[in-house]
């Protein structure tokens, strides 16, 4: 019984520590408002929708069990019966305004990469430097209620710690929805949990 305790007070601990990563923003001077693309676990992902800088939300100390869905990005596997599988990268966003979160028209965006049938960790981790053009990928803002094209490239994607539990990844993206929704210069450094693949 001692055993059980120590173990399950371990898994809680490095559960708490895993969401204790910070976020760092590193202005990019040549686009306002926007984050320079590093591969730096800075956990931060920016992009400019009709050319206002949105940014991923990232909460504040002492988020944790009990809130419901998680704000921080996620990859998730989606299967469907008579599609490809596919793979989605997806984070809140909002505005930075004098350095706190604030929300905006939007406020979630995510991309579906198409992947083989019965996708796994393997078929994500080949995507190293590997880009997707808007004829492949599909782009949904604010909880897939807005549907358009997206292009995206990998630039890395390493194992955090050596463990494949949680990947590194890094890269680029822009896509629209139709002619009224713009989504420019985005960039991306999130460290992620691979459980959803």
């Known amino acids: 019984m001692k055993n059980l305790t120590y173990i399950t007070c371990l898994i809680s601990l490095v559960f708490i520590f895993s969401r204790c990563q910070k976020q760092r923003f ?28 949105y940014i991923n ?9 009990g809130w419901g ?23 809140q ?11 905006g028209a939007y406020n979630n965006i995510a991309i579906r990469i198409p992947a083989l049938q019965g996708a796994t960790f393997e078929n994500f981790w080949g995507w190293n430097e590997k880009r997707f053009s808007s004829d492949e990928c599909a782009l949904y803002i604010n909880y897939s209620t807005l549907k358009g094209t997206a292009n995206i490239y990998f630039v890395k994607i390493t194992t955090s710690n050596g463990s494949r539990d949680y990947l590194n990844i890094s890269g680029l993206f822009d896509g629209n929805i139709g002619d009224s929704i713009l989504v420019k210069k985005g960039r991306f450094d999130f460290t992620v949990e691979t459980s959803g693949l």
């Open 26 to 53: 590193l202005p990019d001077p040549h686009n306002p408002g926007l984050s320079m693309l590093t591969d730096q676990q800075t956990n931060t992902g920016t992009c400019y929708i009709n050319d206002v800088a």
């Open 57 to 65: 939300y990232w909460p504040a100390a002492g988020y944790g069990i």
């Open 93 to 103: 966003i909002g505005l930075r305004v004098n350095g706190k979160f604030e929300t």
């Open 69 to 91: 869905g998680s704000p921080y990005p996620r990859l998730s596997k989606v299967t469907t019966t008579n599609a490809p599988d596919s793979i989605e990268l997806s984070w």
